[in-house]
């Protein structure tokens, strides 16, 4: 399977955030971390789908849905990334 990538731009426009807020929540751990592209590791890039479990995730959130979406990202992967699992806290953080 080929898996897209997508440049800082198109990923902050898919996650609906801005350049600093983007980078700001991948060092908090709540976004996937960028690979290195170029030469010299110069260019940032983002698995396309990666992207779109972010805005999954927003979604899930948003219809009180959260916990099913983890339990299909287990059942389908075998296990949950990290950041996403970041993510949700964050998430259920904000609605307590």
Do not use: H
């Not at 600093?20 to 709540?30: H, K, N």
């Not at 260019?43 to 948003?62: V, Y």
Request: proline share 3%.
């Amino acid at each position: 399977m080929v898996r897209s990538i997508l440049r800082i731009r198109a990923a902050c426009a898919a996650a609906n955030c801005c350049k600093s807020t983007f980078y700001e929540r991948i060092g908090r751990g709540i976004y996937p971390k960028p690979m290195r592209m170029g030469s010299t590791g110069e260019a940032s890039a983002w698995f396309e789908d990666e992207i779109e479990l972010i805005q999954k995730a927003l979604q899930a959130d948003r219809d009180g849905k959260i916990e099913e979406l983890l339990a299909a990202r287990q059942a389908e992967r075998g296990e949950i990334e990290p950041w996403l699992i970041a993510l949700a806290a964050e998430l259920r953080k904000k609605a307590a």
